[in-house]
């Protein structure tokens, strides 16, 4: 099933997205630009994503924390690399970090979408505060 993404471009580079799952819009300015919007999007998925496999598997992973960077490739206009730190703020079983490494690369639909000639550069960090 299809979901409805409005975006209006409202001028010098402001524009306002209106999502079904929302009754407020989503207003994006120069200060806000596109591709940190990507980027705040893949960060969330994932950690919705770890969040999700996560209980599936009897455990939780409240708290948890993103930081992503990008590179542009050397073509311009497309992000040639990101580098993904996420950070649980407890430690975990060697099968629970599992679960979450592989949910966090494999499963995030997100990340999924990306260009695969996008390199990702994952790091995790547990017990951080």
């Known amino acids: 099933m ?10 010098k580079y402001n524009s306002s997205t209106k999502s079904p799952l929302s009754a407020d819009p989503i207003k994006v300015d120069l200060k806000f630009g596109p591709i940190d919007l990507l980027m705040g999007s893949y960060a969330s998925c994932m950690l919705g994503t770890v969040d999700f496999y996560a209980r ?4 939780e992973v409240n708290g948890s924390k993103s930081e992503l ?27 629970q970090k599992q679960t979450i490494e ?12 990306l ?15």
């Open 2 to 11: 299809s979901q409805l993404i409005a975006t209006t471009y409202e001028g």
């Open 56 to 59: 599936k598997k009897d455990f």
């Open 69 to 95: 960077s990008y590179e542009m490739s050397s073509e311009g206009g497309q992000v040639g690399v990101i580098h993904i730190k996420l950070f649980f703020d407890k430690e975990y079983t060697a099968e």
């Open 102 to 113: 592989h949910s966090a690369k494999e499963l995030c639909h997100v990340g999924n979408s």
């Open 115 to 129: 260009n695969p000639a996008i390199v990702k550069n994952y790091e995790f960090f547990y017990g951080a505060k």
